[in-house]
T-cell receptor, first 113, second 114 residues
Framework: AQSVTQLGSHVSVSEGALVLLRCNYS??????LFWYVQYPNQGLQLLLK??????LVKGINGFEAEFKKSETSFHLTKPSAHMSDAAEYFC???????????FGPGTRLSVLP | DVKVTQSSRYLVKRTGEKVFLECVQD?????MFWYRQDPGLGLRLIYF???????EKGDIPEGYSVSREKKERFSLILESASTNQTSMYLC?????????????FGNGTRLTVT
């Protein structure tokens, strides 16, 4: 069965600092991987996705993530945090059949001035 | 851009009431989903549908039912609302089966059952 873990339910960074949000997954087949962002009182918005091909994936708002099969990880990074990045971030995995997405518990990112 | 619209942002209902949550998507997506979101638990799948009049149970279907009479509309029904169904409900849609197509979410309905 698929599962997703996100290390750290809450991460705080200073404005301009590196953002690193961790995601590890388990899957019995090569997975499809996604990062979503949720701003207060809104739905989830797709940041980026990995399906096949290049393992370094670039998304919106300057975020990127790298698929590392050997580490079963898909960590999200951004070189320089902005105040507008404060939100909750969800990692999700799909094994490619039945549209069965599994979401991690989420990481709340705070950006300090 | 795909637009997924949930009819209500906030709802307050009484215990025992029948509650309808409506969701409409405008991109001719085959697949539609209902999730509930609770702090610390992430998103949990209630039901999904891959075609009109088709439905599949998700991880937590108890106490819920769904209806999909038209491709663009997917309704979640709480037959007899209970306080433990107080939650944020998120509707989503996607284009193709196979898992590589991302989910597109609505803005959510925050339901309070008193």
């Amino acid at each position: 069965a698929q599962s997703v873990t996100q290390l750290g339910s809450h991460v705080s960074v200073s404005e301009g600092a590196l953002v690193l949000l961790r995601c590890n997954y388990s899957s019995s087949v090569p997975p499809y991987l996604f990062w979503y962002v949720q701003y207060p009182n809104q739905g989830l918005q797709l940041l980026l996705k990995y399906t096949t091909g290049a393992t370094l994936v670039k998304g919106i708002n300057g975020f990127e993530a790298e698929f590392k099969k050997s580490e079963t990880s898909f960590h999200l990074t951004k070189p320089s945090a902005h105040m507008s990045d404060a939100a909750e971030y969800f990692c999700a995995v799909s094994e490619g059949y039945g549209q069965n997405f599994v979401f991690g518990p989420g990481t709340r990112l705070s950006v300090l001035p | 851009d795909v637009k997924v619209t949930q009819s209500s942002r906030y709802l307050v209902k009484r215990t025992g009431e029948k509650v309808f949550l409506e969701c409409v998507q405008d991109m001719d997506h085959e697949n539609m989903f209902w999730y509930r979101q609770d702090p610390g638990l992430g998103l949990r799948l209630i039901y999904f549908s891959y075609d009109v009049k088709m439905k599949e149970k998700g991880d937590i279907p108890e106490g819920y039912s769904v209806s999909r009479e038209k491709k663009e509309r997917f309704s979640l029904i709480l037959e007899s609302a209970s306080t433990n169904q107080t939650s944020m409900y998120l509707c989503a849609s996607s284009f193709v089966s196979g898992g590589s197509s991302p989910l597109h979410f609505g803005n959510g309905t925050r339901l309070t059952v008193t």
